[in-house]
């Protein structure tokens, strides 16, 4: 669930109103640290967190600042234009920015982009692009036009896409509007023309963009107060020719139809977008924060004193201009995963032996290759856009290399020498991709089954099945009941097709087998001892001191001495052996949904699901006989198990049901002669 | 052992009464059960749950509330004002005291079980002083608004806790004078009720007030500041009954839709020291509104409109693995209700006002085992005496030549002669029979009709001749010096000869009835007996005890132990080799030999008794 938390004004200067008064906030290269550019003459660089300015430049009476600072993350020095052609680039000990490097270019610019994992990107007003190196390398360069006459440029964001940066501007001539997409790796410029579909009176006010691998989402805020998305292809077929891409409607109405000004949008995620603007057209401005994929309103703040229509969200800040103020409301959202909608998601009970979450964005760690070092800055932004590489451990390497082709004793050195090695926060990425490249080598060599390593890895206790896909499906194609077990406990994540397919193996697996596998009998410690089975009372009902149940009617020879629980003793001990038993009470700790899994069940042949049955009720009696309602085990009570026994009583009653069922066949007449030979 | 034609009985239409209000008595391990009709049953939970007395019920008595005081002393208030205590030797009712505040809603003995509280209609709690042969009127305590319908003393006995309309008050027993007064929130389910009725109190040492009402909260409170601490909504309906463990780390409620829950007081973590009230398990044994439960060391007692006492054993508290640890269901009283004339095929019925008596249908057709044989003439209802005044019917049986009925309230003993003239019944009434013979509690007749045996209720044993059209009394075997243990079963040989007696715990006595003498008597065994009976041809008396094990004794003869009986659950017959069990009958409430080849079996299937009872709450169950 999306929250805003609570605001806090960042400069203590009152700014110009409208849109002169802020030129733009930029990330520098410093976590927690933002260049603002005001329109005018001066670049503040704020400690957000502080709330105090860390330095402070200005250009000379006469010239104007034309663009955002922003801060080259290659060499760490801020980059600003006035003037619209002259660069100045300084780092944070210059004090005056007319002593430092200057560069006259012979185009006016538009906008310097700058992100990490690569130089920066100058766009020039007439729709070229440079990189940074090579304009300062010769500045006085020809720039070409690319835009026709009368076509501005109104809106311009870059992204990484695989490692390279891929740059999006929307130009306008005459009402309609382009989008032209400049690719650096294959250096072609695509045009689209953006195709307004059935409300053509309405204006785009404002866009923002996000991307997703081959397509850059558009998103624009029109004046009928709607949020279109337009999809645009990163790599088009045909560059030259000129396409039209439609947009279609997103959100309906999320601000009011006639604002003039204070309108902006910005996407925070793949689902939220947050909102400038007036929600009503009589009420104050708002930030709103929109989930798109639910069409709903998480959550949203006013700004009585009234905003300009600019927004920027970094990490986990939103910037805005509140009245004459720059205003930072800290954002939160909890990543939203299918195990969260489905109640699956596992809270641990003492935060400080898992530090590393759990659930981890399948496209960290898959594709974009290894996440950011620096990922405290904005896991959020990293895990959507960052593609940058930073240098991997040098023991990882080692361990990859020897994964490829060494001996199973090798790769288990290495990767002890590589477990030793202090975790870093994508740790969890960096194991599940030794998984994967494990497997990899598996798949290809099928003789090739590191056991050791793998169940070294899950120990590791930062695994889950979509970090390694593929790796219980070995397991189970080898029967390493062991390991599966082991996955079992630790994996949050087991889609129910693979808890079934364990569940249908642990049935069937004979008792042979399992005696010569190592399994962790700790979920069934206590019922192991034969001597306490003995001591398994029954618990039938009796009915005036009679026992209704008792099958054995015509034994005619019992035992002086036996008593009749004996009978019952048959039902209260383990249906299997303990150690079928620990992988089963396995199956059950886990996490599933009904919904999911029951599709799957009736897979299991018919004796298999009788004998899970009887261990099922095997486990109610255990649990409803246990005062502290223990599950056998040594794991001490806890409401949980209170609830499992709960859903075992249900069952109780299903067979309760089935038997009543049975009895109805007895006729039910008032009086009746009947023959009955006792024998 | 060969092929018998049963007649199997199913029309007794027998509805047992709701369970109004249970007490247990820790010091002799018995449980007090009132019913709805008067009625006063005592369990023994040691020996095997066996109904060992009772009292029978009144129409005007209806019994609210019951408890044990010192000195195992039995008292019960209810709607009549009256305070009743019940003598447990003699098994009669001995005095009834009126209270003076309209009808009794509740009642609570002291801690140390010398005081008596009632809480009346008129909101009055009066104390009362229990003295060694009665009780005292004490004093009232502050008036309240509305009846009290429920009453806990704090264990120190300085402080009482009174359950009311809307609210409950602490009362400080020295002054009197109520300390607080703690208003109850009528919401339910955010609809205002019109009223919460504090239908249980329970004041634990810490000074926690635990109550029940009928919005289905159990609330707790602190009595020091008069303020709820905690509350847990657990039904849609009523909690009508509350029970807490004397150690107080554990308490069970009932509620009108028929479950029972279990709250335990359980370490807020795995190791600390800190707890708090958890609700654990809940039960569903009852269909209906569970009115009284009560908490055994080992078990937790309920009981209810459904009329099934239910002992729910806790696991944890159970250390021997035997009958003990088996949930029960008790039914059906534990002494006959049925009495046949086996000369006519003749059954008399007893109910708590009324007697019926039918004659069984007969065939001509013969099958195989399981055949159920065509009727050339269907079962007839011949008679339905109704009983004068309104007290319950104790006992009853009809002769075994048919021509004698006879039976027996508190008050009265009734005695008729019935004359079959073709189909034509004419019924007779004995009169001026002695005053000695009522309250009788057991009636038997001899195998030839002749003699009437009477166990009355002060242990002696009076036998009656029968004559004709009138009768005469023969003799009175006095209970021996020191005694007052009545008897409450009789069996005779068929050749009359012998008669045996057994009260609840003393032995069985033999008496030779041609030389009107006691001839021997079987030594007491641990646990009471619960049927008795004389062999034919050998005069072998087999006993049955309430611990379900054989006992072997001078006068048996027994080739095989005696598998689990009880005296109307099993079929019986021994042979030189073993018994033989069948189990294709609904619960029986009896069974005897017409003649060498047929079986009368009389099955009471619980499905009948709860579709005669009113619809329970309706609720949502797994699965439907």
Not at chain 1, 508 to 515: R, T
Not at chain 2, 352 to 380: I, M, Y
Request: aromatic share 8%; net charge neutral.
């Amino acid at each position: 669930m999306a929250a805003l938390e609570e605001e806090f004004t960042l400069s203590t200067v009152p700014l110009g109103a409208g849109p002169n008064g802020l030129l733009g906030v930029e990330q520098s290269d410093k976590t927690d640290q933002f260049l603002v550019t005001h329109g005018g003459r001066t670049v503040i660089l704020y400690k957000v967190s502080d709330q105090k300015p860390l330095g402070s430049w200005s250009v000379k009476q006469g010239q104007i600042i034309t663009c955002p600072a922003v801060c080259n993350f290659q060499t760490g020095e801020f980059i600003v234009v006035h003037d619209n052609k002259v660069l100045r680039i300084w780092n944070t000990e210059d004090v005056n920015l007319d002593k430092v490097f200057k560069a006259t270019l012979s185009a006016e610019i538009y906008r310097i982009h700058s992100i990490q994992g690569t130089e920066p990107l100058v766009l020039f007003k007439e729709g070229a692009v440079r990189g940074l190196e090579a304009l300062l390398a010769e500045p006085q360069q020809k720039i070409e036009t690319v835009l026709s006459d009368d076509e501005v440029i109104k809106w311009t964001k870059v992204f990484m896409v695989f490692r390279h940066p891929v740059l999006i501007f929307i130009t306008e001539k005459h009402g309609n509007h382009f989008a032209y997409i400049q690719t650096f790796s294959s250096r072609t410029l695509s045009k689209y023309t953006l195709f307004h579909g059935q409300e053509e009176k309405s204006v785009i006010q404002n866009f923002t963009a996000s991307v997703d691998r081959k397509f850059i989402s558009l998103m624009s805020l029109s004046s009928d107060g709607c949020v279109y998305e337009t999809s645009i292809p990163i790599h088009p077929r045909d560059p030259d020719e000129n396409q039209r891409v439609v947009r279609s409607l997103l959100l309906k109405t999320v601000v009011a139809g006639n604002a003039r000004s204070g309108v902006a949008l910005t996407v925070l995620d793949q689902d939220h977008v947050a909102v400038l603007g007036p929600p009503l057209p009589a009420s104050k401005e708002c930030l709103s924060i929109w989930n798109t994929k639910f069409q709903t309103l998480q959550t949203s703040r006013e700004l009585p004193q009234g905003t300009s229509g600019q927004l920027w969200y970094f990490g986990e800040n939103l910037f805005m201009l509140h009245g004459k103020f720059l205003t930072v409301i800290p954002y939160k959202c909890e990543v939203s995963s299918l195990a969260g909608a489905l109640g699956k998601l596992k809270h641990s009970q003492d935060p400080g032996t898992h530090t590393v979450p759990h659930f981890v964005n399948w496209e960290t760690s898959r594709g974009y290759g290894f996440g950011s070092q620096n990922s405290e800055q904005s896991k959020r932004i990293l895990r959507r856009r960052k593609i940058e590489v930073n240098v991997p451990p040098p023991a990882f390497e080692q361990l990859l290399s020897t994964i490829k082709k060494d001996s199973e004793k090798d790769i288990e050195v290495e990767l002890c020498k590589f477990l030793a090695v202090k975790r870093t926060p994508d740790f969890h990425t960096i194991v599940g991709d030794i998984v994967l490249e494990l497997l990899g080598r598996h798949t290809t060599e099928p003789s090739f089954y590191p056991r050791n390593s793998l169940m070294q890895l899950i120990q590791t206790h930062v695994l889950s099945y979509s970090l390694c896909p593929g790796l219980m499906e070995a397991a189970l194609e080898k029967t390493d009941v062991q390991m599966l077990q082991l996955c079992l406990q630790q994996f949050p994540d087991i889609p129910e097709s693979i808890t079934c397919a364990c569940l249908k193996l642990f049935l069937s697996i004979s008792d042979d087998s399992l005696q010569e596998t190592e399994i962790n009998m700790e979920s069934v410690s206590d019922c192991s001892d034969p001597v306490q089975e003995k001591m398994d009372e029954q618990t039938e009902i009796l009915q005036n001191g009679f026992n209704a149940d008792e099958q054995n009617c015509d034994s005619c020879d019992r035992k002086l001495n036996q008593k009749p629980q004996d009978a019952a003793e048959e039902t209260t001990s383990c249906p299997v052996v303990p150690k079928r038993a620990a992988l089963l009470n396995a199956i059950l700790h886990s996490a599933y949904s009904e919904m999911f899994l029951l599709p799957h069940l009736k897979d299991i042949p018919a004796q298999h699901v009788t004998l899970f049955l009887q261990y099922l009720y095997f486990l109610y009696l255990k649990c409803s006989e246990n005062a502290t309602m223990t599950l056998p085990g040594l794991h001490p009570p806890t409401l949980n198990q209170i609830c499992i026994c709960s859903e075992l009583n249900k069952i109780e009653v299903s067979f309760r049901e089935l038997q009543k069922l049975n009895q109805e066949k007895n006729n039910r007449e008032l009086y009746s002669i009947e023959v009955l030979e006792l024998f | 052992m060969g092929e018998f034609k049963v007649h199997r009985v199913r029309f007794f239409n027998y509805v047992p009464s709701g369970i109004r209000c249970v007490a247990y008595n820790n010091q002799s391990n018995r449980l007090a059960v009132s019913r709805t009709d008067g009625t006063v049953e005592i369990y023994n939970l040691s020996a095997n749950y066996f109904q060992e007395k009772f009292f029978p019920g009144h129409e005007s008595r209806a019994t609210e509330a019951l408890c044990w005081a010192k000195g195992q002393r039995l008292f019960s208030g209810g709607l009549n004002g009256e305070i009743i205590e019940y003598d447990l030797q003699a098994l009669n009712i001995k005095y009834a005291m009126d209270a003076f505040g309209g009808p009794i809603w509740s009642m609570a003995v002291s801690p140390c079980g010398s005081q008596l509280l009632v809480g009346c209609e008129d909101g009055s709690v009066k104390l009362f002083q229990i003295t060694p042969d009665k009780i005292q009127f004490e004093r009232n305590f502050d008036r309240q608004k509305s009846r009290i319908l429920s009453l806990s003393w704090h264990p120190s006995g300085t402080h009482i806790a009174a359950g009311s309309i809307d609210y409950i008050s602490v009362f400080d027993v020295k002054s009197g004078s109520a300390v607080h007064k703690m208003l109850v929130d009528r919401q339910y389910m955010g609809v205002s009720k019109r009223k919460c009725i504090i239908w249980g109190v329970a004041f634990l040492s810490d000074g926690t007030v635990i109550s029940v009402d009928s919005a289905g909260k159990v609330q707790f409170w602190d009595s020091a500041t008069g303020t709820l601490v905690k509350n847990h909504l657990i039904a849609n309906a009523d909690v009508q009954s509350i029970a807490v463990s004397d150690q107080e780390d554990s308490f069970v409620v009932g509620t009108a839709e028929g479950t029972v829950f279990h709250f335990q007081l359980v370490s807020v973590t795995s190791n600390s020291s800190e707890k708090q009230w958890v609700r654990t398990k809940p039960f569903q044994h009852h269909t209906h509104d569970v009115r009284a439960v009560a908490h055994s060391p080992t078990a937790l007692i309920s009981g209810g409109t459904d009329t099934h006492l239910v002992i729910r054993p806790l696991m944890e508290k159970v250390e021997v693995k035997n009958y003990d640890a088996a949930l029960r269901k008790i039914t059906f009283p534990h002494r006959r209700l049925i009495s046949c004339s086996k000369k006519r095929h003749l059954l008399l019925f007893q109910f708590a006002h009324h007697l019926e008596l039918w004659r069984l249908g007969s065939t001509v057709a013969t099958g195989k085992n399981g055949d159920t044989l065509p009727l050339s003439k269907d079962a007839d209802h011949l008679l339905h005496l109704k009983t004068k005044g309104p007290e319950n019917i104790i006992c009853s049986c009809i002769s075994p030549c048919g021509s004698w009925i006879a039976y027996s309230t508190t008050s009265r003993f009734f005695l008729y002669r019935l004359n079959y003239e073709h189909d034509n019944i004419s019924l007779q009434r004995v009169s001026k029979m002695p005053a000695f013979l009522r309250s009788a509690l057991q009636i038997l007749f001899s195998e030839d009709s002749t003699k009437l045996f009477v166990a009355s209720n002060q242990g002696s044993l009076h036998i009656i001749r029968l004559l004709e059209g009138s009768f005469k009394h023969l003799h009175t075997f006095q209970p021996q010096s020191g005694t007052v243990e009545s008897m409450c079963l009789l069996a005779i040989s068929p050749d009359g000869n012998w008669l045996a007696a057994s009260g609840t715990s003393a032995g069985v006595h033999v008496y030779n009835i041609k030389h009107l003498k006691l001839h021997c008597t079987v030594p007491a065994y641990n646990f009471p007996v619960t049927a008795l009976a004389i062999a034919p041809n050998t005069n072998n008396l087999v006993i049955a005890h309430s611990d379900q094990q054989p006992l072997p004794n001078d006068k048996t003869l027994l080739y095989n132990p005696l598998p689990p009986t009880n005296e109307s659950d099993v079929i019986r017959r021994r042979t030189a080799h073993a018994f033989k069990i069948s189990k294709i009958y609904k619960p029986l409430l009896f069974m005897d030999l017409l003649d060498e080849r047929t079986l009368v079996a009389v099955e009471r299937p619980l499905d009948d008794i709860i579709a005669q009872l009113p619809p329970p709450i309706k609720k949502k169950k797994f699965g439907t």
